[in-house]
């Protein structure tokens, strides 16, 4: 038989491309004088503009920032406790939920054993409060002013006044309406806050791990590195002010059985609470006790007026720059300049966040900029 010749198919013809005539758009025309007074001021003003529009659209979401700012610090402070239950075999969900339902659980627990003798204090000063500035006129200077001028009667029958009508209540928080703000404002704050730093715990590495490959493959190691040593010194810090916390509790504890103090429990909690507030804490908790032991006499309030003071001072200047000096290797000057500069640019959460930006600060100097300065 013949062999079959295979059917060649012809091979697809390419039409010559047709050069392609670019349209003529005109000559260019001469650079633009970027030393012209015009040019200057037109990017000039520009950039004022944006930079105002921008400060007025921060200005106007700031409260939603500060949120923002306490649930990642309540996060990176939590983060080292959701690591050590991943370390004993839990998923991070796993580990998230544990640790948020414990915080949840004692602050339900504090609530219930702090508030209640709280109010009842409250109440009782608010009672006696005409009695007391009564009793200013026992003192013989005073009762000489005040024969004269009558500023005791004057304030006496105001506080009387106020609190027999209730209007010193509803007046501090601006109203009846006030009032109702205030709450509903406080519980949704908190509610947000919350919600907040669950999702921060649980996305955190996913977050970071995001965040990083925004920076050079050149760079990301290092950069990845100094950032979570960043994030846990933030663990850390938050740790160590618990420890502090913790002492400053155990102290009033301690102080309470020794005055026969009523509500020992409830105090020492308070004054746990008071202690994870660096630097301004202490002023709400020794305010606490001493107007708790007024209830009992008026040398138990002096006694323990004076006690929370040295105990403060022993704190400041020896115990919390230990701790702090060990967990964040920031020197104890350091911390408290830290906590001034902070707490005086940004109030409670200036305070709050101070050190351990003081330790980030620190830690970048350390690796960065010293060892640059140091090539130069």
């Known amino acids: 038989m013949a062999k079959l010749k295979p059917i060649l198919k012809n091979p697809i013809r390419k039409r010559a491309a047709k050069p ?118 026992n003192n013989s200077t005073i009762n000489k002013l005040n024969s004269h001028y009558g500023f005791i009667d004057v304030i006496q029958k105001k506080v009387t006044s106020s609190i027999k009508d209730g209007h010193l209540a509803v007046s501090a928080f601006g109203g009846v309406i006030g009032v109702g703000k205030a709450v509903v404002s406080g519980a949704v704050a908190a509610l947000t806050i919350l919600i907040l730093t669950l999702y921060f715990l649980v996305s955190l590495p996913s977050v970071t791990k995001v965040a990083y490959r925004m920076v050079p493959a050149s760079r990301r190691d290092r950069v990845s590195k100094l950032s979570d040593a960043v994030i846990y010194r933030i663990g850390i810090f938050v740790g160590g002010q618990a420890s502090v916390a913790v002492v400053a509790g155990i102290f009033t504890l301690i102080l309470g059985f020794s005055l026969n103090l009523p509500y020992k429990t409830a105090l020492a909690m308070l004054v746990f609470i008071c202690g994870l507030i660096p630097l301004v804490g202490h002023f709400l908790g020794i305010t606490v006790v001493t107007l708790v032991a007024v209830s009992k006499s008026p040398t138990a309030a002096l006694i323990a007026f004076i006690a929370y003071l040295i105990y403060v001072q022993i704190e400041n200047y020896l115990i919390m720059p230990r701790i702090m000096k060990r967990s964040l290797s920031v020197p104890g000057l350091v911390t408290i300049i830290a906590i001034l500069i902070g707490t005086s640019l940004l109030g409670l959460i200036g305070g709050l966040v101070s050190v351990p930006l003081a330790a980030a600060v620190l830690l970048i100097l350390d690796e960065v900029v010293f060892p640059n300065l140091e090539k130069a």
């Open 20 to 137: 392609v005539v670019p349209e003529d758009f005109g000559s260019r025309g001469e650079p633009l004088n970027r030393s012209h007074p015009f040019y200057f001021g037109f990017f000039v003003a520009a950039g004022g503009i944006t930079s105002f529009t921008f400060l007025r659209a921060i200005a106007s979401a700031s409260q939603a920032i500060v949120l923002i700012l306490i649930s990642l610090f309540f996060a990176a402070g939590l983060n080292p406790a959701v690591v050590a239950l991943q370390r004993r075999k839990l998923s991070r969900p796993a580990a998230v939920g544990a640790i948020v339902s414990a915080v949840i659980i004692f602050l339900g627990i504090f609530i219930w054993v702090a508030i209640p003798p709280i109010v009842d204090q409250v109440n009782l000063l608010l009672h006696n409060a005409p009695k007391i500035v009564g009793d200013l006129k």
